[in-house]
């Protein structure tokens, strides 16, 4: 992606509001997102609330970098298909609220619950968090780290297909 050039270009209609840019860089959203996490991971660990001890450390900085990359290759090709803020903004946290919803603790959710969930990759993200942080434990961590590398990768895929279509129309 590092060829990709940026256009800052922002088209607009009068009618329909202002456009997304016809093309971005994912490295810029990957960046702002991991480090939002990092700052938060930071931020909780001054105040006592989140303790990884030693090398649990570099699994939960894993964690957060995977699930940042998903999500801004998710944000990229929703944003090119769509090229519209409004709708891009209201799915996005329509989305969201859902997904971190079915993400969260799920140990007293009926069963048919817990079961979708199981298909939702910031379920990994958050067990790989919850060990490395609370637990100092590595339990499942290579299953988690696979799901969100899978995930990552057909995010960011699915990103350029979305914007290389959108600069090609």
Same mark, same amino acid.
């Given at each position: ?17 202002? %456009? ?38 570099? @699994? ?10 998903? !999500? ?17 903004? #209201?799915?996005?946290? !329509?989305? !969201? ?38 637990? !100092?434990? @590595? ?11 899978? @995930?990552?990768?057909?995010?960011? #895929? ?5 914007? %290389? ?5």
């Amino acid at each position: 992606m590092s060829g990709v050039r940026v256009f800052h270009t922002v088209s607009t209609n009068e009618k329909f509001g202002p %456009r997304l840019p016809h093309s971005q860089n994912h490295q810029p959203n990957f960046l702002i997102t991991f480090a939002l996490g990092v700052a938060v991971l930071l931020v909780g660990a001054l105040l006592g609330w989140t303790q990884p001890q030693g090398i649990y450390w570099l @699994s939960t900085l894993l964690a957060i970098a995977l699930v940042a990359l998903m !999500s801004s290759g998710l944000g990229v090709a929703l944003g090119a298909a769509l090229q519209r803020m409004q709708p891009v903004i #209201a799915i996005a946290n !329509s989305g !969201s609220i859902y997904l971190f919803f079915l993400a969260g603790v799920l140990a007293f959710a009926p069963d048919w619950l817990q079961d979708i969930a199981g298909f939702i990759p910031l379920t990994y993200g958050r067990h790989a968090l919850e060990m490395a942080m609370f637990y !100092s434990s @590595s339990d499942l961590l290579g299953r988690d780290i696979l799901v969100l590398t899978a @995930s990552a990768l057909v995010a960011v #895929a699915l990103g350029a297909l979305a914007m %290389r279509r959108g600069i090609a129309s």
